[in-house]
């Protein structure tokens, strides 16, 4: 994909999981890519493990749901590559706490969760898209969820975020079409990635789980999400605009009725 060569790419959550596959697909296709996470650790590792490729991987630590932290982003970009072309919001929480009836859940965690993966996608286009008008025209990716379209029990702030950010990416798609910006979405499925793995209460628990559930029997890999980004990011996706691919194994193909 040579769309991408000298591309500059920010990745929130960039550096675990999702994020992480996503970061370094970019790289290998030629693109700089700033790595957004909580978790500097796992940021500087990335770093490491991009050496090498095509393009680049810089990690700056950020919280996504601050205003300054989305700005230093941008700023960042702009003073070290020039510009931005591409925003992936990836960044996303569903803490183990936080499953319970919405009578019970804590305020503060109704606020964090709608915060990070939410208002983070607001504040990123925000400060970023000024940027992407500069250079006439960018794509922005959202990761979303199979949630945000069909729901389950004790996950009201989750669903919420999720299916509003699903409105968002049409909103924003709408907003900056004549400004040649794509805004789409992505809505994994269950996925092989750490805080799934934990969430499900170990590795063969999520692949048992997920091969009664996905009618292709078998849970995703992050790559086969970055694949996904990748398209919708390119110019091979340069008539979508408003419109989310669910990467699910078919999940949302088959219908509740069949459990």
Request: aromatic residues 6%; negative net charge; contains cysteine.
């Amino acid at each position: 994909m040579a769309d991408f060569e000298g591309k500059v790419v920010i990745v929130t959550g960039g550096a675990k999981g999702i994020g992480r596959a996503i970061s370094l697909a970019f790289a290998r296709e030629g693109a700089n890519v700033l790595c957004a996470d909580m978790d500097a650790q796992a940021g500087q590792q990335i770093e490491r493990d991009s050496a090498g490729l095509a393009g680049t991987v810089a990690f700056q630590r950020a919280d996504v749901a601050r205003a300054n932290d989305c700005q230093a982003l941008v700023n960042t970009c702009v003073d070290r590559w020039s510009g931005l072309d591409v925003i992936v919001n990836n960044a996303g929480i569903q803490p183990a706490s936080s499953y319970l009836p919405a009578h019970e859940l804590p305020e503060e965690d109704w606020d964090r969760i709608l915060d990070v993966n939410l208002k983070s996608t607001f504040l990123t286009a925000k400060y970023g898209v000024p940027q992407m008008k500069q250079r006439g025209g960018g794509a922005i990716v959202n990761i979303a969820s199979v949630q945000g379209l069909q729901s389950a029990k004790a996950v009201s702030a989750y669903a919420a975020s999720k299916g509003g950010l699903l409105n968002l990416t049409r909103q924003l798609a709408l907003e900056y079409a004549a400004d040649g910006i794509r805004v789409n979405a992505v809505n994994p499925g269950t996925i092989e990635t750490e805080l799934a793995i934990a969430g499900s209460g170990g590795l063969e628990a999520l692949r048992e789980g997920a091969a009664r559930t996905h009618p292709l029997g078998r849970a995703g890999q992050p790559e086969e999400i970055a694949n996904a980004v990748l398209f919708l990011a390119s110019e091979k996706a340069s008539f979508i605009t408003g419109e989310y691919l669910c990467v699910d194994g078919g999940l949302m193909a088959k219908g509740a009725w069949q459990e």
